[in-house]
């Protein structure tokens, strides 16, 4: 089981965002990643094996963690950074679990 | 560019079945797992199945194991997830996707399809 924190986030544009998803039991980093997912449209990956910032995705972007605490952190925010944030652990093949999703919004 | 087009949604009565499509382009689809998630206001985002690229290789979540299958047809450089015995709480907008990388289990999804709309109820 995945738990996101905080499940709001009221930000600014130029804000730091920190994110937090936590498991219940150990996961590898190397099977946990990061989605964005905006209104009306499907999850775009940004972030896989924990730290790594999926083809595309900006450096403002990073993941981090290990065992059971990860973050996705965005350094300064964007308007088109608002969006909810889902938290996904791949390494209990053959289930892949999301979590609840983390909405940021504007303050 | 890399592009994944599902159908086949609709509104169908409990017990029934439908068959969703997704048809890949962009990429070598034999060359990837693809996968099915299902997303509602009420539960979010859920793994569905997914088929890797070895043949016969698929997997299940427990809530639709027995009731769906998923196959693919690389000719077609589709995959398909058939839905028998519906249930009202399979309602659902459902995702394809890709994983990722070159046959890699597990890997994450990196290209998603824009969604199709199940609606179970009679």
């Known amino acids: 089981v995945l738990t996101q924190s905080p499940g709001t986030l009221s930000l600014s544009p130029g804000d730091r965002a920190t994110l937090s998803c936590r498991a219940s039991q150990r996961i590898s980093s190397a099977y946990f990643a990061w989605y964005q997912q905006k209104p009306g449209q499907a999850p775009r990956l940004l972030v896989y094996g924990a730290s790594n910032r999926a083809p595309g995705i900006p450096d403002r972007f990073s993941g981090s963690g290990s065992g059971t605490d990860f973050t996705l952190t965005i350094s300064r925010l964007e308007p088109e950074d608002f969006a909810v944030y889902y938290c996904?652990?791949?390494?209990?093949?053959?289930?892949?679990?999301f979590g609840p999703g983390t909405k940021v919004d504007f303050k | 560019e890399v592009q994944l087009v599902e159908s086949g949604g609709g509104l169908v009565p409990p017990g029934g079945s439908l068959r969703l499509s997704c048809t890949a382009s962009?990429?070598?689809?034999?060359?990837?797992?693809m996968t099915w998630v299902r997303q509602t206001p009420e539960k979010g985002l859920e793994w569905v199945a997914a088929i890797r690229t070895t043949v016969g290789s698929t997997h299940f979540a427990d809530s639709v194991k027995g009731r769906f299958t998923i196959s693919r047809d690389n000719s077609k450089n589709t995959v398909y997830l058939q839905m028998n015995s519906l249930r009202a709480d399979d309602t659902a907008v459902y995702y394809c996707?890709?994983?990722?990388?070159?046959?890699?289990?597990?890997?994450?999804?990196?290209?998603w399809g824009q969604g199709t709309m199940v609606t179970v109820s009679s």
């Open positions: 962009g990429f070598t689809f034999s060359d990837f797992a």
């Open positions: 996707a890709k994983l990722q990388r070159l046959q890699i289990w597990p890997d994450a999804f990196d290209i």
């Open positions: 996904q652990q791949y390494g209990s093949s053959p289930q892949f679990t």
